[in-house]
């Protein structure tokens, strides 16, 4: 699994609406790292890592949730909801040909006609759900959310982005 970024200069004396957006952002930062390797498709895992942090972005959008108001919060949780549901739809399939490529290792040969059947039907689904991701990522270039994204959180919790400078796990 990915390991997560640390979140610099968030300590327990940390002021609520500082701590949610160094979280948020970093967290943010974090899951579109993965963007260009997932969009390439060559590593299931990119994607994978990609799904985590898009994971623990909405914990900390939860979590954080009151240093926002309610109407703009829910509508960027939507848009971050739609980035973990996408991208789980694909992981999902990931899995299953992973698993299923597994089980065809100890089948009779009898029993491997079906089994490849079932991977060839989920690897085509998997193309489907590739199409998918890259509509995403092109509408929120289209929408420029991250920096969308981004100016909002800042606006609401006073966290200077460009001083942030969140780092991967060394």
């Known amino acids: 699994m990915a390991t997560a970024w640390r979140v610099r200069g968030v300590s327990a004396r940390s002021a609520f609406r500082d701590a949610a957006g160094r979280t948020i952002l970093t967290r943010w930062r974090e899951m579109m790292s993965y963007r260009d390797g997932t ?3 060559d590593d299931i895992e990119e994607l994978h890592a990609m799904r ?7 914990a900390a959008m939860d979590a954080f949730a009151g240093a926002f108001p309610e109407q703009s919060f829910r509508r960027n949780l939507r848009v971050v909801k739609r980035v973990t549901d996408t991208l789980g739809e694909a992981r999902d399939l990931d899995v299953a040909v992973e698993h299923l490529r597994e089980l065809a290792a100890g089948l009779d040969a009898s029993d491997q006609p079906g089994v490849d059947g079932l991977i060839a039907r989920y690897r085509a689904d998997r193309e489907a759900e590739t199409a998918h991701i890259a509509r995403l990522f092109a509408d ?3 929408d420029r959310f991250g920096p ?6 800042t606006k609401h919790t006073g966290v200077d982005v460009a001083k942030l400078n969140p780092r991967p796990p060394a």
């Open 39 to 41: 969009l390439a498709g």
């Open 52 to 58: 985590v942090s898009s994971r623990r972005l909405r």
């Open 140 to 142: 929120l270039e289209r």
């Open 148 to 153: 969308r994204f981004e100016r909002w959180v």
